[in-house]
């Protein structure tokens, strides 16, 4: 007569087996997990061919609110009809300065010149833009009073009207758009490892922002 073997049981030890999916388990348990699925979440989004420009930016205001603190965030593009820059996306900002900002554009020199807006490099797609050397045409427009003139108790203070921008780069390190990052809820300057972080993000822009240009550019021809 001839017996047949039975499946077995599974050879892998049941504490071995809850100890690697309790381990490794995809629901976050701490910010530095929930930054990765934030960050997964947009290059799923990236990939979406649906999404246009603005909802993809959108997107990474929220996610740059929701993992890095700060209250105030503006998103822009190269305008490549009238050859300007302006902002696209404004996230945190009373609906009247929301406004008078998505009516600005600016010019290269702009987004490049120490005379017209002083900066001070803070990573190799950031820098910071302390109040002081704020246009006029821009400091009557801020949430809040002026304090350009008060003087800075500490050397990592934020004051109200500094601003971090991330540049976001074309091929041929032309200035393709630039995420704009102010009133971080700490008051203090951000680490350099969250101007990294962001500076991920805005490669990840540049990507996106390129593929949607490539489409648009397909679409009418």
């Known amino acids: 007569m001839i017996h047949l073997a039975l499946p077995s049981a599974s050879p892998i030890d049941v504490k071995f087996?809850?100890?690697?999916?309790?381990t490794y388990s995809p629901i976050p348990r701490?910010?530095?997990?929930?930054?990765?699925?934030?960050?997964l979440s947009l290059t799923e989004l990236a990939r979406d061919k649906r999404q246009d420009?603005?909802?993809?930016?959108d997107k990474v205001a929220k996610t740059i609110f929701r993992h890095f603190a700060f209250d105030e965030i503006a998103i822009g593009t190269y305008d490549r009809k009238e050859?300007?820059?302006?902002?696209?996306?404004?996230?945190?900002?009373?609906p009247e300065v929301a406004a008078e900002y998505l009516k600005m554009r600016y010019e290269h020199e702009d987004m490049t010149s120490q005379e017209r807006f002083p900066f001070i490099k803070i990573g190799k797609l950031s820098e910071l833009d302390p109040v002081e050397g704020l246009p006029e045409s821009e400091r009557k427009i801020l949430n809040r009073p002026y304090a350009?003139?008060?003087?800075?108790?500490?050397?990592d203070e934020f004051h109200e009207g500094d601003y971090i921008d991330v540049w976001i780069y074309g091929p041929q390190k032309n200035i393709?758009?630039?995420?704009?990052?102010?009133?971080?809820?700490s008051g203090k300057l951000p680490s350099k490892t969250i101007v990294r972080w962001v500076e991920v993000i805005a490669s990840m822009c540049s990507f996106v922002i390129r593929q949607k240009w490539l489409q648009e550019d397909a679409a009418r021809r």
């Not at 420009?53 to 930016?57: D, G, K, N, R, T």
């Open 148 to 155: 350009g003139s008060l003087a800075r108790g500490a050397v």
């Open 83 to 94: 050859g300007n820059y302006r902002m696209i996306v404004v996230f945190g900002y009373q």
């Open 53 to 57: 420009i603005h909802s993809f930016l």
């Open 30 to 39: 701490d910010d530095q997990e929930k930054l990765i699925d934030g960050l």
């Open 176 to 185: 393709i758009g630039w995420i704009e990052l102010s009133k971080p809820r």
């Open 17 to 22: 087996r809850q100890h690697i999916e309790t």
